[in-house]
Structures are given as structure tokens and as C-alpha cells.
């Protein structure tokens, strides 16, 4: 991957969210979701519709990003400021 993060095609499938922290949210149901972190150091976590945690990463670098598939149920949050939006793939 390329330093700063993902930077192949992507279907944008949404609006972007506002820079902020993300709060437990599905995305609209998406399977892919595009994190791009505005802070350092940030904790992107993958939880299961009861809140139980499925699996976590660091975006180490402000401006770092990954595309997460995620069941339409899961939410994902942060700890720090973020902006997210779905995303599919071109194939």
C-alpha cells in the first residue's frame, strides 16, 4: 500500500461524515467502509450490533486510511477525529 493509506478506484456509496468522532455507526448497512484519520494515534474498532467488539487497528498518521468489510449489522467507531463514507468495489 502506498504511504497515506488506500489509493486504488472506489464506488463512493455515501456522503462522507463530518471530521469529528465516529460514533457507532453502520454506515447505512454498507459492507465497505472507507476510515481516513485527521488525528494521530487513532483506534478504529469493529463492533457487532450488540456492542460486543469484533476486532480493532491503529491509523498511526493523520491522513492514514483503510477500507473495512464489515457485515451490513456491524458498526464501526473511533477515538479520534475521523471522516468516513461506504464505499464498493469497481471490480
Do not use: C, W
Amino acid at each position: 500500500m502506498a504511504a497515506g493509506g488506500y489509493q486504488g478506484s472506489l464506488i463512493i456509496k455515501g456522503t462522507s461524515t463530518s471530521n469529528g468522532t465516529i460514533s457507532a455507526t453502520n454506515f447505512n448497512r454498507a459492507h465497505f467502509v472507507r476510515i481516513q484519520t485527521t488525528a494521530a494515534n487513532n483506534t478504529i474498532t469493529l463492533k457487532e450490533s450488540d456492542g460486543s467488539t469484533v476486532g480493532s487497528l491503529i491509523l498511526h498518521d493523520a491522513g492514514d486510511s483503510v477500507v473495512i468489510e464489515k457485515k451490513p449489522t456491524q458498526t464501526l467507531e473511533t477515538t479520534g477525529n475521523a471522516v468516513g463514507s461506504a464505499v464498493g468495489s469497481p471490480r
